[in-house]
């Protein structure tokens, strides 16, 4: 049995900051039968939005998971109204178009590296010639605000669970593997299936792998089994767009795409 424990926020709670996210909503029914709750490029804690009062707190809708398109930042009550409308100018003119996904569940590591995802990564032709671009005119607006310019990788993903540190398991899972882009960095374990296999043959010892992480969400695999059924003669969840999202403490403002 796995050991639950809670989310620690990475970013201190400071009064006034109102957590902002850029992001593409995905249905979640398209991932499983059952809503799961799903983290991203940031922690559970961080996903429980202050309200005006900052008071209160709201967690992201579960029934939806999320594409980021810029860091977690942290707005000042006074530039909130500017920034959204910086946004919408930069984004509003874009085109609806579809979000293609991977049908296939790769692991990604934040940067602090004490948190782990398992996600539906881009596909890589709609990332290069969509994806990147829309996080592109993001970086301008966030950085116009003094705020960090998307991760350095740039491998934007829909996450559908997370759990604390394993990377004693992934590192062990893929100690054969010669490091690549295709494979695996620093921060991406992909191809993932490939190496499961070896999780039962693998024997505890003093770093115990078995205990070495807690498990925060679920993940229904028997109705992502049924779901792969359905789409098996597909290689991408396929996605339409035609709107961004910017959540700004509890307030979530849409931006339509023409």
Known sequence: MFNIQPNTRNVPHVDGNYHTICYLKVNNVLFCEQPT????????????MDTDSQ????????????????KPLYLRKQFIDSFLENLRGSLQHLKPFYLLLENKVSICANENQNRY??????????????????????????CSFGFDKYYSQRKPHV????????????????KAVQPSEEVYSS????????????????????????NA?????????????????RTSEQDKICIYIDEI???VGSRDHTIKLN
């Open 213 to 229: 992480t807690s498990v925060n969400y679920t993940f229904d695999f028997e109705a992502a089994q049924v779901q792969q059924e």
């Open 117 to 142: 995802f398992a996600v539906s990564l881009v596909d890589k032709t709609c990332r290069d010639n969509t994806i990147l671009p829309i996080i592109d005119l993001v970086d301008k607006v966030v």
């Open 187 to 210: 921060n991406y374990w992909t191809n993932l299936d490939q190496y499961l296999s070896k999780y039962e043959n693998l024997v505890p010892d003093s770093s115990n792998y078995y």
């Open 159 to 174: 996450s559908l669970a997370s759990t604390r540190d394993i990377s004693l398991v992934l590192n062990e899972l893929y």
């Open 55 to 70: 008071t209160d707190h709201k967690k992201v809708n579960p029934s939806y998971l999320h594409l980021s398109l810029c």
């Open 245 to 247: 999202h910017v959540l």
């Open 37 to 48: 709750q799903a983290d991203s490029d940031y922690t559970c804690s961080d996903t429980e």
